[in-house]
């Protein structure tokens, strides 16, 4: 019996449609806690239970459940295909719809088988194709759920139920008895039928073959358990020599426990003496550190100006009085009598009247030199003094500093006086603290980083005089010497009982292949989720070498990814290994409060 892929369709986690194929030697299914590992082994378990007809209404997907709407239909499934003297598939299946309430109804369980007979296909009862092809006393050898199953064999009751079933062998001490057996057997039927026909002949050169094939491989399971015992004993020396050292032990983790203190000093200091020159400069207006002399000096020389301005605003405002008084004074010397107005006449007919020696006022002649001629020019002179007084009194009523620069810059002055003067004052000590806080504590970085380095060289000393023992056996040593003779212990103890397991698991299994002409896979959930990583390198490598088609779901192959803090397939084991291996994972999402979010990817990985 060769499994060759499984369809789970809505089964819980696995949202939609889901694909295994599977190898015919290992295929592995890594997976971290949550994503999906258990969940996948029970769709199995579920799709071979033909001991309840109940529709387990759990086992519907939350997230497809969330999607429908009232009145929508979908279906869980899980179909198995594998060959059986021919290609046979088994599906399980039933429907679920949302009903006008929200709720959830499952309903038409279905059980159906597919075996193909001279190329037709015929649909058969899936609980009696089941029984016919993988009964349940044999299912019950074959599913290994945790560790824990793998002591069915301890259950002398149930072992010899199994060899009651599949063989004519009533009592056994162990493998190499069971295969002497087959020995004996095997030279009585080769004497009892060699004179049968060429068909019988046939029958027992395969069961002699069949016999040699186990013969080796129960020695390479021996070299294997020899290799096995060998890193025991190594790591039994490597105790013995710990034990030796338990004061070296003691010095090392003193010495890393000093490492350790000195470098969280280190990162407090440094997280101390982390200053942003740059950012400071403006945001906290380091740039003002030099402003107090240059705030001086613009103060002093506004007081300068404003003072200036104020001598020549007087000044300017003398000379106007005095050219105004000089203007009153000349019209004064008409001894107090009323003159004609100063544009009377006015300037072209003065002129022209100059010119012809005439005074047209009167209409008597004026000639050059006369009194009425030097009145005239008098007149005439009058009235362009009179347009320059004018023009002079317009100009004086102009201020004399007609903008507002030197009033503004004594206005910023007094504003930077005061709270703000103080305030940039201030910045100096301010800069000068922080600049010799951050250089004391550069001292005691400096000094912490010197200790640090001396502890090195004295740990490098150290390892250097505990030639063959390593720096995290030592580590590892301190902790518990005790607790590592115990472990030590319980890792010889498990060693033996992984070896009893195997070899009747793999004796059983040829049992079953000679009672019954055919072979069963061995479908593991998590079996070592309490092993040591010695009895995980035991459990694989026999895996890997035995000729069996084997499902293992794991997550003993993830490692913890240190940049990014997830966990990632340890390629280097897994190049160990020549098998089809499947990653799942929980979908980005995921909200372990809804239930809803969740789904299991599925990604082929070789």
């Known amino acids: 019996m060769i499994l060759k892929n499984i369809l ?21 299914i890594i997976g971290d806690n949550g ?28 997230k497809r459940k969330s999607e429908l709407t009232e009145g929508d239909e979908d279906e869980v499934k899980v179909s198995l295909v594998f060959d ?49 092809c993988f009964d349940t006393a044999l299912r019950r050898y074959c ?16 072992l010899k139920t199994l060899v009651n079933t599949f063989s004519n062998i009533r009592q056994f001490e162990d493998y190499v008895k069971l295969t ?65 050292n338990q004061e070296t032990c003691e010095q090392y983790q003193n010495i890393k426990k000093r490492i350790e203190m000195k470098m969280d000093d280190q990162r407090k200091l440094k997280a101390m003496t982390s200053i942003d020159y740059n950012t400071n400069l403006l945001d906290k207006y380091w740039i003002m550190r030099s402003y107090p002399a240059i705030l001086k000096e613009f103060q002093d020389k506004v007081s300068a100006l404003n003072k200036e301005k104020r001598r020549l605003d007087r000044a300017e405002t003398e000379r106007r009085a005095e050219e105004k008084g000089k203007r009153e004074l000349a019209n004064d010397l008409l001894n107090g009598k009323t003159p004609l107005p100063w544009y009377v006449p006015d300037e072209k007919t003065m002129q022209e009247m100059i010119n012809e020696e005439v005074c047209k006022v009167c209409g008597r002649p004026a000639p050059k030199g006369s009194e009425p001629y030097n009145f005239m020019v008098a007149k005439l002179n009058d009235y362009l003094r009179q347009m320059s ?26 504003q930077l006086s005061g709270y703000s003067q103080q305030e940039i004052e201030g910045k100096k000590s301010e800069i000068d603290d922080d600049l010799a806080f951050v250089l004391s504590r550069k001292r005691d970085l400096d ?78 959930d998590a079996p070592t989720s309490s092993f040591g990583e010695l009895k995980e390198y035991v459990f694989y490598n026999i895996i890997d070498r035995i000729d069996k088609q084997c499902i293992i779901v794991t997550k003993d192959l993830l490692e913890v990814d240190q940049a990014s803090g997830t966990k990632r397939l340890n390629a280097e084991k897994l190049s160990r290994l020549e098998c089809t291996v499947y990653q799942i994972n929980k979908a980005s999402g995921y909200n372990p409060l809804d239930l809803s979010t969740i789904q299991t990817i599925v990604k082929p990985i070789k």
């Not at 030279?187 to 029958?203: G, H, M, P, T, V």
């Open 8 to 28: 789970i369709k809505n089964f819980r986690s696995y949202y939609g449609e889901n694909r295994f194929e599977f190898s015919k030697g290992l295929t592995l």
């Open 35 to 62: 994503d999906g590992k258990t969940t996948f082994f029970e769709a199995l378990e579920w799709l071979f239970d033909t001991a309840h007809d109940n529709i387990p209404t759990n086992n519907v997907s939350e």
């Open 84 to 132: 059986h003297n021919g290609e046979i598939e088994l599906e399980k299946s039933f429907k679920f719809f949302k009903n006008e309430n929200g709720d959830i109804r499952p309903h038409d369980l279905k059980f159906v088988g597919y075996q193909n007979i001279d190329s037709e296909r015929i649909v058969r009862k899936g609980k009696q194709l089941l029984d016919e």
């Open 143 to 158: 599913l290994f759920k945790g560790e824990s199953d793998l002591n069915v064999f301890d259950n002398s009751e149930a």
């Open 180 to 244: 002497e057996q087959f020995d004996a057997d095997s030279e009585k039927i080769a004497l009892r039928e060699l004179s049968k026909d060429k068909k019988q002949e046939r029958a027992i050169k395969d069961l002699e073959s069949r016999k040699i094939q186990n013969s080796t491989q129960i020695q390479d399971v021996k070299q294997e358990i020899a290799k096995k015992e060998k890193a025991v004993s190594d790591y039994s020396i490597s105790l013995e020599k710990l034990e030796q």
């Open 389 to 414: 007084a004018k023009k002079e009194d317009s100009e004086d009523e102009k201020p004399f500093f007609p903008n507002n620069y030197i009033d503004e810059l004594t206005k910023l002055s007094n």
């Open 447 to 524: 000094k912490i980083n010197h200790d640090i380095q001396e502890a090195e060289d004295e740990k490098a000393r150290l390892l250097i005089q505990t030639q063959g023992i390593s720096e995290d056996m030592l580590d590892k040593g301190f902790k518990d010497f005790k607790g590592i003779t115990e472990l030590r212990s319980r890792e010889e103890g498990r060693l033996i009982e992984l070896k009893r397991d195997l070899i009747v698991l793999f004796a059983i299994s040829n049992i079953t292949t000679l009672k019954r002409e055919q072979d069963y896979p061995l479908i593991f």
